[in-house]
């Protein structure tokens, strides 16, 4: 095998198993139609691997896209959550209940109790 591997790095030829590679190397590149016939296939493999790759690329990038509109959403939730129930809690430190309920139905509202809270810390 090490012969056979140093043919492939250098051409020498070393053996008789790389003598007789070497001569149907000659062969094939003496006989016209079958070097042309080696060349198309290199370049159909070429163009293939370069559409693969394109085409694995466009769908790894579908697929992040997806799992990072997930991931936001998630988050998203986690942190709205969050900021609702720190606004709750404001309103309940300061004893105001009906604001608290109306807040939960009235979007308009409570981003309203939002800029008022935010206000509030500012001052602080």
Known sequence: MKNVYTYIETGAVTS????RIEERVKTIRS?????????????????????????GLEKGREIGRKEGRKEGREEGVVLGEKKLLDLQGWLIS???MEDVTRSINDPVYREELYREKDGQNNLR
């Open 16 to 19: 008789q198993l790389t003598e």
């Open 94 to 96: 300061q004893g105001r």
């Open 31 to 55: 006989r016209e139609d079958i070097e042309m016939g080696y060349w198309s296939m290199n370049a159909a493999l070429q163009d293939e691997r370069f559409f693969g790759e394109k085409e």
